[in-house]
């Protein structure tokens, strides 16, 4: 049974000026999404509590969110792996090698495979709370390190990882600011953070099909995401708002620094992220768009039978 918990903001601390802005998310399951008045923040409010979500990613979550799993090759899929390394390229020394890279939220370590491939280190370790990678990850030499980011995993690991990678996870941590400050803790001193998140300013798809769902806890955009960093202890290197690899993906570069950075806290963050919501939540709701969502499935579905009942034929010689 999903036990539910109220949480204030992450930015400002703030518990009481907050606005619902929708109950439902993807698969049907009851998702709060919430704005903080105050700074502009996006999360989940009420949402499960620890152990509910510990026990869905322990035993459930592959089942929602890893179907392409044995039928989409990460060594083909830009998107989801080898933006990383351009990125990481781009901004830093191109032929930089590092000792000791950490992939959370690692999956079957198909990431770090590509940086294992590219010889960019010495050593791998991953976080990963789907029991049946663990295995997978020990196979292609990957240190297994914990099943769940919150526990006391960095203790053995103080001043160890050259680079972090947080690819599409931040944004499920139930705490950021002290997940961030654990990372802090085990980064060496001129140690790289990579987070990519999806853009709360350029949500992809439809908000309660696809955009807003149970297991992402927080809805980052440009500034709140370095509003967190800042809280955390971090100055931004690089932040973007996409490129030719991914247009919805917001994603930075940051080091951590003992300055105390500012927060951007103003009405006009909440003004401007509740308008793209609003006016999204609107426009689903409009019958022409139900129609056209509609016949688009529809499509789809009819494609996908086809393909599976007209296979492509085997052309020898």
């Not at 001043?159 to 400050?181: A, G, T």
């Amino acid at each position: 049974m999903e036990k539910f918990e109220n949480v204030d903001c992450a930015i400002c601390n703030s518990s009481e000026n907050l606005e619902t802005i929708s109950e439902k998310g993807q698969f049907g399951i009851p998702t709060f999404v919430s704005i903080c008045k105050d700074c502009g923040l996006s999360f989940l409010n009420p949402r499960w509590d620890q152990a509910t979500y510990l026990n869905f990613y322990t035993k459930k979550y592959d089942k929602y969110y890893r179907t392409y799993k044995n039928t989409k090759d990460p060594k083909v899929d830009p998107v989801s792996y080898y933006p990383i390394i351009r990125r990481l390229k781009s901004t830093f020394e191109p032929n930089q090698k590092f000792g000791n890279i950490l992939d959370i939220g690692s999956g079957d370590g198909s990431k770090l495979n590509n940086f294992i491939e590219n010889k960019m280190a010495d050593n791998y370790y991953a976080i990963e709370p789907s029991a049946p990678h663990e295995e997978e990850l020990k196979a292609k030499g990957i240190e297994f390190v914990s099943n769940d980011v919150d526990s006391d995993w960095d203790k053995k690991y103080p001043n160890h990882f050259d680079i972090i990678i947080m690819r599409h996870v931040l944004e499920h941590c139930l705490d950021p600011v002290q997940v961030l400050q654990k990372l802090k803790n085990v980064l060496t001193k001129d140690g790289i953070l990579y987070i990519a998140v999806p853009n709360a300013f350029q949500p992809n798809g439809s908000f309660t099909d696809y955009f807003f769902r149970v297991v992402h806890t927080y809805y980052f955009n440009k500034i709140s995401l370095k509003n967190i960093l800042h809280k955390s202890g971090y100055e931004v290197v690089s932040m973007k708002e996409g490129d030719q690899h991914h247009d919805e993906e917001l994603f930075v570069f940051a080091k951590k620094t003992e300055v105390n950075l500012p927060l951007e806290i103003t009405s006009n963050t909440y003004e401007l992220q509740r308008k793209i919501f609003v006016d999204g939540l609107k426009k689903e709701a409009q019958l022409s768009y139900k129609t056209k969502r509609m016949l688009k499935n529809t499509v789809a579905t009819i494609v996908k039978m086809k393909k599976s009942v007209f296979p492509k034929p085997i052309i020898k010689g």
